[in-house]
Structures are given as structure tokens and as C-alpha cells.
């Protein structure tokens, strides 16, 4: 099949070139954005009577047609189709004749590949913010559950101090709410229509670029038309609000992996969210929460693929930028797939209290509450500080907690102190009593998920 690029050339491409050359194997996804903005182009087009309304009208039928084929599996893309733009117009001007030839006035496949970029990227940014809004509200909803509940804080994956299950909850809303800000950000930044700016140096033709970005609903035309065809920053942006997404879910996982071992056994995934052993039957694995966090990995290395490829590019155009998609499409479809499964693992994960209480007497967890008691009675924290670890260094060689230690032995450590002085140090005093702001205490608790409810809240237009 002959290309509709090639009358300057005596032959055609070598088969192999031609394979190597051609991305419709992938850009088809993008068939119905590519029609949006061909449609959109066609009717700008007549309203400055560059073609006629008659001409739009049989374009618009044409590629409407063809858009109804191409969901109902009727029309079959191969190699010869080089890329979703020549495949369509080519069957377009099947469709309807020489009329079809006429659509790609005052437009090039350069700058038509980015307003189908954009487009199908918008509207992907929007189904992935629809499952960031759902893992929030099961957060949001586990935090109220578990406000009270209280657990082991680590630092350097040693027992710290205790907190309780709903901070942790909102301490993991506060990096999606992040993921959802950038998320935003990125959406409205790339939300300008490059279509018009042809190859690199606009046209000579009486376009309305507004109106095109008005059809298309953009905010507005692309500023610079050189920079618009070689533009790759929206989905170098996308894909890094991707990976620091999915290191965030790929950090929950890790935990869930520690929680679920027999060592923790904090909680109990649903059955629907582990696999077994070939060999061992007694095994239940938290595989879900395993292969989440690996995840992570392929969509880095989308984001380096495509930093890679646009690192050494010179404007305008070059055929590197087809290596954009993949990367950008792989992304995609992983990080909508590992928002959906984490939130709905996380929706059915119940946490064994019981099991948890258990590491209450270990670590010493009240010790940074006692130093703080010590400093509000007038004791300097460092001398407080100094005090509580010798007091951590007795229970050790004695083999006992805080309030198993004498009168004498505290007042050996320093004569200030006595158990009377010591006040309640119980794990339950120690949270309730940690509300400054952001902190810990189920008060403070309950008032983060209210503040965050109303974020989500303000958020309607997105949802």
C-alpha cells in the first residue's frame, strides 16, 4: 500500500524498516482521540471557510463511521497503516473519496500525535484520580474504624513509641492526597492544544486555533509552535507523579508483607488477596501485597525510558518521540490496576488487636513520654532524656518495665525523680495525651479524617 508521505519517494520501505517504523501495533489505543481531533479540526476548518460545510459534514460522517468500525473489530490495523493517524485518514479517504484528502489541511502528524497525547491522557488522569478518590475514602474509613486502636510505632524498625492504627491511616491520606495534588497539577498544566502548530513553524492558512482547543475542550491554544510538537514534559510529569505513587503503595505493601508474617501477625488479608504454596499447604502468601511492591520497578523504568529518549533531542520533531507511548501506556495500565487492587485488599484487611497488644511491654515505648513528663515538671530534656535511659538501662539488666522500678533505684538514678513523679505512664495515657497539631491522640486523629473528609470533598469537579 502505497504511503500518503510518499510522493517524493522512487521505492517503497524495505518490510523490515517498514515493522521497525510502524507504531500502530500501540497507538491504536488512541483511535477515538485521534477522530475527536480530526473532527474538531475539520469543523474549525469550515468555519473559516477553508473547506466547506458540505466537505465537514462528509469528513465528519466518514471518520464517524470508520470510529464505529473500529470499536466493533471491524476494521483490522497492520504494518502498512504505519501509525493510528495514517490508518484512519487512509480508510477515510475510502470511505468518502477524494473529499477525505482535504482533512489534513493545515495539520501534521506532529503536532496530531500530540493533541491525541494530550487528550487520551487527560482522560486517563481522570480515571486514575476517580481511584485515588476511592482508596482515600477506604483510608479515610479504616482511620475512623481504628481511631482508637493503638499500635507500635517504629523508626529504623525498632519499637518507638505507640500510636494508634487510624494516625498511621492518615499519615499514608496525606501522600495519596500529595499524589492527588500532583496529579491535579500535571492535568492543567498540559491542558493547551497543540493542534494547529503543523510540522514546527504553524501555517500559512487562516486557522482559529482557539476555536480547535475550544472543540476539544482545552483551556487554550499551545504558545509556541516549535516547542508544542516537541514537547514531552506532560508525560515525563505524568510518569514521575506515577512513580511516586507507586512508591507509596509499594512502601503500604512492604508493611502489609511485615504485618501478615507470623513474626507480626498483625493482620488478616482476605483469602481473595494471597495464593498458596505448590508445595507447602499451610502457606498463605500476601502475594498481592508482594507484586504490588514490585511494581514499582517497571513504572521507573518507563520514566527513565522516556527521559532517556528525549535527553539528547534538538527541536523540532524527531522519530525518538515515538518512543513516547509505550513507556506512557504501560504506566498507565499499572498504576490504575495497582491503585484498584490496593484499595480493595486494604478494604478487606482486619487488624488483630490482640496480637498487637501483645508488643506493648517491648521497646520501651513510653520512654520519650516519660522524658517529656520529666521536662514539663522543669527537669531540661536533655538531663530528662539522660535520666529515662538510665532508667531503660536498669529495667534491661533487671528484666522489667518502667513501673516495676523502686523508689531507691530511680532515686539512685537522679534524686529528683520518684514513682510518684513518674505520673501514669500507661500506653493508653502516653497516645491521648500526644495532641499537638498532626499528632497522634485519637482527638487529633478524628480531627485529621474530618479535615481530609472535606478535602475530598472540595474536590467534586474531578470526580
Known sequence: MASLWGGRFEKEMDELVKQFNASIGFDKRMYSEDID???AHVTMLAAQGIVTEEEKEQIVRGLEKIREKIYNGDIVFNVDDEDIHMGIESRLIEEIGETG????????????CQVDGRLYLKKEIRQILHRLFYLESVILKKAEKYADSITVGFTH??????????FVFMAYFQMFRRDISRLIDTYERMDFCPLGSCALAGTTLPIDRHKT???????????????????????LEFLSDASISMMHLSRWAEEFVWWNSQEFSYIAIDDSYCTGSSIMPQKKNPDMAELLRGKVGRVYGDLMQLLTVMKGT?????????????????????????IQIFANMLDKTEFRMDQIEKQFSKGFLNATD???HFAKQGIPFRQAHSIVGQMVK?????????????DEELQAIDPRVTRESLGDIGIKACVDARVSYGGTAPSEVRRQIK?????????????
Not at 101 to 112: C, E, I, P, V
Not at 229 to 235: I, K
Open 451 to 463: 479535615e481530609g473528609t472535606e478535602w475530598l470533598e472540595s474536590l467534586s469537579d474531578w470526580k
Open 314 to 338: 534538538p527541536l523540532a520533531y524527531n522519530k525518538d518521540f515515538q518512543e513516547d507511548k509505550e513507556s506512557l501506556f504501560d504506566a498507565i495500565d499499572t498504576w490504575k490496576a495497582s
Open 101 to 112: 484528502k482535504k482533512l489534513h489541511t493545515a495539520r501534521s502528524r506532529n503536532d496530531q
Open 394 to 406: 536498669t529495667c534491661e539488666h533487671r528484666g522489667c518495665d518502667f513501673e516495676d522500678l523502686t
Open 157 to 166: 524498625m525498632q519499637h518507638a513509641q505507640p500510636i494508634t492504627l487510624g
Open 213 to 235: 482547543a475550544e472543540l476539544l475542550g482545552f483551556s487554550a491554544p499551545t504558545e509556541n509552535a516549535m516547542d508544542s510538537v516537541s514537547d514531552r514534559d506532560y508525560s
Open 37 to 39: 481531533g480530526s473532527i
Open 370 to 372: 516519660i522524658a517529656e
